[in-house]
């Protein structure tokens, strides 16, 4: 996924959609006060991908990998 597809209407390879993935993940986020987002993407790789960058952001940092530490965590997060 590219930043374009995150942050800009119209911006998906598949679909023209009117508003932005943003404005869908903000809505997510307010819908479900009790979020995290698993990373299949190797954590090394964050730090590389603009688009991760954009996602940690809009999903304030409850960004996890997917691993059995990744999950652990955001479990604890949850169960908070």
Known sequence: ?????ILQPGGS????NEEAGAEWI?????A???FAWIN?????VWQYRQSI??????MNNRMY??????LED???????
């Open 13 to 16: 390879v598949e679909y023209n």
């Open 53 to 58: 960058s954009v996602m940690q952001q809009l």
């Open 65 to 70: 990998p997917l691993t059995l530490k990744g």
């Open 40 to 44: 299949p993407e190797p954590q090394g």
């Open 74 to 80: 955001a479990m604890r997060l949850l169960s908070k």
């Open 1 to 5: 996924m590219s930043p374009y597809e």
């Open 32 to 34: 479900f006060p009790k």
């Open 26 to 30: 903000q809505r997510l986020t307010n």
